[in-house]
Nanobody, 115 residues
């Protein structure tokens, strides 16, 4: 099981980025995928999650209306377009899935938003 997160970068406040999480070693269709972030000196927090079956979606209040999660099971990828980025969105972003009670994490991609 592997998750590969990509798409981070250095942007200015108000800009957009699209993160991608590419899955391998398992069938993405059957599992929920979550995006988490960890800012320097802070705990890791869940940003968004998309379920496997009915497409149920969760967003943290801090990103509602700005981030949109989606999945392409054929490509084995979950996307997180992020609009109107703010300096407080600066963090390392990780994707996650849980299979048979075990958590799997991607390596993280750094998003830095300058004011």
């Amino acid at each position: 099981v592997q998750l590969q997160a990509s798409g981070g970068g250095l942007v200015q406040s108000g800009d957009s980025l699209r993160l991608s999480c590419t899955a391998s070693g398992f069938t993405l269709d059957y599992y929920a995928i979550g995006w988490f972030r960890q800012a320097p000196g802070k705990e890791r927090e869940e940003v968004s999650c998309i379920s496997s079956k009915n497409g149920g979606i969760y967003y943290a209040d801090s990103v509602k209306g700005r981030f949109t999660i989606s999945r392409d099971n054929v490509k084995g990828t979950v996307y997180l377009p992020m609009n109107n980025l703010k300096p407080e969105d600066t963090a390392v972003y990780y994707c996650n899935t849980r299979i048979r009670g075990l958590d799997y994490w991607g390596q993280g991609t750094l998003v830095t938003v300058s004011s």
